[in-house]
């Protein structure tokens, strides 16, 4: 009998039969059951309707043998209840419609209480656990503070985040009470995702790698501490993300999460060498799902071999699933991964 | 009497008076002269009217007391003459007219002569040698062999470099006639810079932060190599600079260069210790330059204090100067390197 926990079981260092395998963005606009349903629904409303939602979540769980699902929904959802409210322009990201640059608008921002305003989500993760009992593991998940914040302050994303470090930089208080809110929300949202039902929860700062080590520790460490710190008093496992990370690791390992995610481009042996005794979380390269199957499997097998150093290994992709990937290829690698990897903690 | 070859000196690790300081992009269009040339002419006119490409170079020198010049230019350059027109569109970046994606594009594209195809180059560097002489050293530039091609393939700037990672994954002995034949234009070109009066080069591979390690090592390390290899023997200090290189930096000095540009994400201190006896340039943030003055401070004199391990330090910032940066925090940045900046080597 397969484990059907190996997941959680790897995110505590506990013994897994083999390596346990999820990926960022497994539901989405790769698989065909998904862009049928995007056929018919906005991206705000699959994520605003729990039913479809919660169909969306499923796709990737009946199609593949991952270990885990992933809540479908987009890390801007607390946004709108905040008081500023976006959309998805076609084709180009997230537009948020009236960017976050003034301490008027700083101030009107709202800490707001998930449960009531954003109450889908947690319908969402209710049902989900029913469907899911004693399969596969579900997890919940949010946007760290910086990464919304850039959002907010550019209205949409960014290459230089000029705006956002412009605020950082420029008005430090400003900063701090935009940060202190959006860390607020984030821990409330998780804890109630987690009340909900949520087994396992990944904090998404995915644009984090835009920062220099000395401006993370002034600007965002103790904003996400203020969220980790808290949740590791939940029992469930923190996966704690971001990407271009090179230089962040170990700062983000100390504001908490009991598995770091790690993109692709840190070697996993490096990783293990660096955060001594943390379960790690990742890294091929998303692109290398496009390639061919003798390449794909050696890829794979290479970053078995980096994560067996740490006491509990998840394997997934260094960012999200890209939409042009093929889903066969999905498929292929996670058989490859449970082939190949790892018995043992 | 400041020393008028100070970049030269530090370039070398030999003794200078203070800090030398230039800016990746820092003729461009923050400078109220840039744009008033750009509102009568194309980037592309510019680029190729000597005399226009000339005077801008120029505009930065006159304004601020930068310790090298260098070479208004674009690192796409050399694509027209290989067989891959471009052009500049409108607030979004070069677009390539015929992307490189078959065998045929690949073996269609020419191995051009510069002193032919991009004589206009050389004319300008021979212009500027003489307006500069003893007084500005002047620095000639070409694009990586994986960044050129990065534009080629995707057809534009990417986010994901999917289409190029397809082409190196899928095609991996068409990837290699593809950066052949740009490692051996990049190198003539740069050749003959040199051979024009170019007192030293950077190689810009921008883009290379999307590669793994092992990525890297298997395609593209070997063609940076072949370039910076027969540049060693010139006589004349090689940059070497890409962003997003943590986990790239001793990969990026086994292939060559006499020094290492580091990006903003690695605390120089860290630098100095990965790749010991090499002189380095960097690696002030670029949005830092909008920062109030006493910020602004702080963070130069903390790149300063982390370059002084190295056996030289040219103060420069991490990736190119943004647009909406105010020229008097340029010439505020100038001033406080020499200031602050460290004598000795």
Redesign the interface.
């Known amino acids: 009998m397969p484990m059907w926990d190996r997941f959680l079981r790897a995110c505590w260092g506990q013994p897994v039969d083999t390596t346990p395998v999820w990926f960022m963005r497994q539901a989405g606009r790769y698989m065909p059951e998904y862009r049928a349903l995007r056929a018919k629904h906005s991206m705000l409303e699959l994520c605003r309707t729990p039913e479809l939602a919660v169909e969306v979540t499923l796709q990737p769980v009946r199609a593949f043998e991952v270990d885990a699902a992933i809540l479908f929904a987009d890390i801007l959802l607390p946004l709108e209840p905040m008081g500023a409210p976006f959309d998805f322009a076609a084709g180009e990201g997230p537009v948020i419609h009236n960017p976050v640059r003034t301490a008027e608008d700083v101030h009107a921002l709202r800490l707001i209480e998930p449960e009531e305003s954003l109450g889908y989500v947690m319908q969402a993760i209710g049902v989900l656990r029913r469907e899911l009992e004693g399969r596969t593991p579900l997890i919940g998940f949010a946007g760290a503070p910086f990464t919304l914040a850039s959002y907010l302050v550019e209205g949409g994303k960014s290459?230089?985040?000029?705006e956002t470090?412009?605020l950082m930089?420029?008005a430090p208080e400003l900063w701090g009470e935009l940060m202190g809110k959006l860390a607020e929300v984030v821990r409330r949202f998780l804890r109630a995702q987690i009340a909900a039902g949520a087994q396992a929860v990944q904090l998404f700062d995915s644009w984090i790698?835009a920062?220099?080590?000395?401006?993370y520790v002034t600007y965002v460490q103790p904003h996400v501490h203020h969220i980790l710190r808290d949740l590791a008093e939940t029992g469930v496992p923190v996966i704690h993300f971001g990407t271009?990370t090179?230089?962040l690791l170990e700062l983000q390992r100390d504001a908490g999460g009991t598995v770091m995610g790690i993109d692709?481009?840190?070697?996993l042996e490096?990783a293990v060498q660096r955060l001594p005794g943390i379960p790690l979380q990742g890294n091929l390269?998303?692109?290398?799902l496009?390639?061919?199957r003798p390449?794909l499997e050696t890829a794979i097998s290479?970053v078995l071999r980096g994560g067996q150093g740490a006491p509990g290994h998840v394997f997934n992709v260094g960012h999200g699933i890209?939409q042009?990937t093929d889903p066969k290829q999905v498929a292929l690698a996670i058989e490859t991964v449970h082939r190949l990897g790892v018995r043992g903690s």
């Open positions: 290459t230089s985040f000029l470090k412009r930089y420029n790698g920062l220099s080590p000395s401006d271009g090179a230089t692709w481009r840190v070697p490096q390269d998303p692109t290398m496009m390639a061919p390449l290479q890209l042009q």
